[in-house]
T-cell receptor, first 115, second 114 residues
Framework: DADVTQTPRNRITKTGKRIMLECSQT?????MYWYRQDPGLGLRLIYY???????NKGEISDGYSVSRQAQAKFSLSLESAIPNQTALYFC??????????????FGAGSRLTVL | KQEVTQIPAALSVPEGENLVLNCSFT??????LQWFRQDPGKGLTSLLL?????REQTSGRLNASLDKSSGRSTLYIAASQPGDSATYLC?????????????FGKGTHLIIQP
């Protein structure tokens, strides 16, 4: 099984719908992140969490919300999806300690299309 | 704000050649720099992480260097193979090394011709 699992892998929805993307990890990392990737714009940070009680906005948090349900689970919600939220979304984890400190481990991505 | 630039955006070379991918950053107060590989339809895989106190890191046929004074990092791939075809991204971290301060380049799309 993958260290970082994202569901769904692909989703097509309509404008105005509520969408949740889920992420779970088996790395035991405290730090989790949500990024979106757009052609020509690279990866941009949406939200990040350093532990269950710590949630922080990233570069492009407007229109998104997150929930850290447990150390291993971090979900991203679009309360009312709009077409410019069509993108590839990645969840990632990291640990500030140890030999692999700060190395990001990514999920396989969730491709979201908003019509 | 840290800016990270990767040039060229795309590169195609014959199999067996040694090649260098370039990454430049604007803030020399970099904490660490990571190189990633991304295959189509998949997530990013971390290749190498160089701490600010290091000059280079090696893993197999890959060697990454970091020169803070010039704001540059390079990823050297020796004896390239078709399986090396992918998009390579670099990302520079500022404060604390955490991904909250990580800025990604847009990547170099590499094609190794058999």
């Amino acid at each position: 099984d993958a260290d970082v699992t994202q569901t769904p892998r692909n989703r097509i929805t309509k404008t105005g719908k509520r969408i949740m993307l889920e992420c779970s990890q088996t790395k035991g990392h405290d730090r989790m992140y949500w990024y979106r990737q757009d052609p020509g714009l690279g990866l941009r940070l949406i939200y990040y969490s350093f532990d269950v009680k710590d949630i922080n906005k990233g570069e492009i948090s407007d229109g998104y919300s997150v929930s850290r349900q447990a150390q291993a689970k971090f979900s991203l919600s679009l309360e009312s999806a709009i077409p410019n939220q069509t993108a590839l979304y990645f969840c990632a984890t990291s640990d500030p300690r140890g030999p692999g400190a700060n190395v990001l481990t990514f999920g396989a991505g969730s491709r979201l299309t908003v019509l | 704000k840290q800016e990270v630039t990767q040039i060229p955006a795309a590169l195609s070379v014959p199999e067996g050649e040694n090649l260098v991918l370039n990454c430049s950053f604007t803030d020399s107060a970099i904490y660490n720099l990571q190189w990633f590989r991304q295959d189509p339809g998949k997530g990013l895989t971390s290749l190498l992480l160089i701490q600010s106190s290091q000059r280079e890191q090696t893993s197999g046929r890959l060697n990454a260097s970091l020169d803070k004074s010039s704001g540059r990092s390079t990823l050297y791939i020796a004896a390239s193979q078709p399986g090396d075809s992918a998009t390579y991204l670099c990302a520079g971290a500022l404060r604390g090394g955490g991904a909250d301060g990580l800025t990604f380049g847009k990547g170099t799309h590499l094609i190794i011709q058999p």
